[in-house]
C-alpha cells in the first residue's frame, strides 16, 4: 500500500529539509510538501543575529514540493509568521488528490482551516507541534480556553506526532488520548554533522592555533545574541570560578547585545572569551568539534535543535530548565547538567565540577555522542509511519 501523503508547513525549515528527504525517500509514502511561503529561501538581514543570513543547506531539494499563493500580504525575508500569515489559497480543491495531511503547527489560520477541510474530504490528519508545558505560563481562564480549544483540535486529528517527552506530557495534559501519540523526535542530521565533525578533528589543532587557544577546556555558546538566550549568564556563571580554572569561553553568533555583552567581559577582566560572529552550519561543525561543553542558558526554548547539533561534536551538555530538549537529550551526571535558569551560581557550579574533571569531562562528551546517534531520523520515519498505518520497515 502506498500512501499519498500531502505536508503542510509555513515555509522551507533548514531543519527538517534533511529529514523531509529521509521521508520522500519511503517507497511507500508519496510526498508532497506545500509551503504557505517562500520568504526563508531568500537572503534577508535576521533581526537577532543582525546580520544577512543565507542557509548553507539545500532547502527544497530532493522532494516535491509547491509554495501556495498568498491571500494575505505576503511575508517577506526576516518577517515572523503568526496565526494569520502566511494565509493561502489553492489546496482545499486538491485534497481529495491525498490519504492523509500532516500539519506543521496549529498556531496558524489557514492549517486549522486545511486540517478542517481535509477532515470533510475524509483524510487522515496527523499533527505536529513543538508546544510544551514550559513553552508558556497561563492563568486558569487561558487553562480553561486552551483545554475547549483542543478539544476542538481532537476532533481533527488523528495523530499527534510528538518531539519529544515534554511535548508528549503536554498533549496528554489537554486530554489527548494515548493512542493518538505518536514519537516523532526533533532530530538533526546526525549523519551530516558526525562526517563535518570527523573532516574537523583532522584539523583540530591548527584550528584550536587560529583561534589562539592553549589546551584549557572550551566552552562554547551557540545562538542570537539577545535577552531570551541570557548570554551574560555565560560569562557571569564563568567568573564565579576562580582564575585558574576558567575554560576558554567561544561565543559563536551575533546580535542586538554583543557590545553590551563585550563591556560585561571587560569589566570582570575575563581574558579567555572569543565573539566569533555568525557562523554557518559548516563552521559550527569545527566548533562543536573543538568545545568540550556546550551551554544554553535560555529562558524559553520549544526544544532547542543546536543541542542535538552539538552532541553530534562529543561535548559535555549544561542547559537551563527551560529547555524543551533537556529531559531526553540530557542526562544528568551522564552527558551534563540542568540548572534553574537563570541561577547564575548553580550554572558555575556544574562548569566548575566539570572543568576540574578532565576524564569525567571526556566520558560525558562521548556519552553524548553515544546518545545523540540514536536520537535520529530513523526514528522519525518510524514514527510517522505508524501514524499512518504503514508497517514497520
Known sequence: MTVRLAYLVTHPIHYQAPMIRRVAAEPDIDLTVFFGSDFSTRSHVDAGFGRAVTWDVALTDGFRHEFLAEVSKPLQPGEDTDFWRPRNRGLAGRLKQFDALWVHGYHRAFHLQTMLQARMAGLRVLLRDEATSISAQRSALKQ?????????????????????????????????????????????????FFARAQVARSRREAFRAELGLDHRPVLLFSGKLIARKRPFDVVDAVATLPADQRPWVLFAGDGELRDALSERIAALQLERVR???????????????????????????????????????????????????????????????????????????????????????????????????????????????????????
Open 144 to 192: 480553561a480556553v486552551k483545554r475547549a480549544f483542543f478539544w476542538g483540535v481532537d476532533r481533527l486529528v488523528d495523530g499527534y506526532l510528538c518531539i519529544g517527552s515534554l511535548n508528549r506530557d503536554y498533549y496528554r495534559s489537554w486530554g489527548i488520548a494515548e493512542t493518538k501519540l505518536f514519537d516523532m523526535p526533533y532530530a538533526v542530521d546526525n549523519d551530516a
Open 275 to 393: 565573539l566569533l560572529g555568525f557562523q554557518s552550519q559548516l563552521q559550527l561543525a569545527a566548533l562543536y568539534d573543538l568545545a568540550d561543553i556546550f551551554v544554553l542558558p535560555s529562558e524559553r526554548e520549544a526544544w532547542g535543535m543546536v543541542v542535538n547539533e552539538a552532541m553530534t561534536g562529543g561535548t559535555a551538555i549544561l542547559v537551563s530548565d527551560r529547555i524543551g530538549a533537556a529531559p531526553d537529550l540530557v542526562k544528568p551526571g551522564i552527558n551534563g547538567a540542568h540548572y534553574p535558569v537563570g541561577d547564575t551560581a548553580a550554572l558555575g557550579a556544574a562548569l566548575g565540577d566539570l572543568v576540574r574533571d578532565p576524564a569525567r569531562l571526556a566520558a560525558m562528551g562521548q556519552a553524548s555522542a553515544d546518545l545523540i546517534a540514536g536520537w535520529n531520523y530513523d526514528r522519525d520515519i518510524r514514527g510517522l509511519r505508524a501514524a499512518l498505518g504503514l508497517s514497520a520497515r
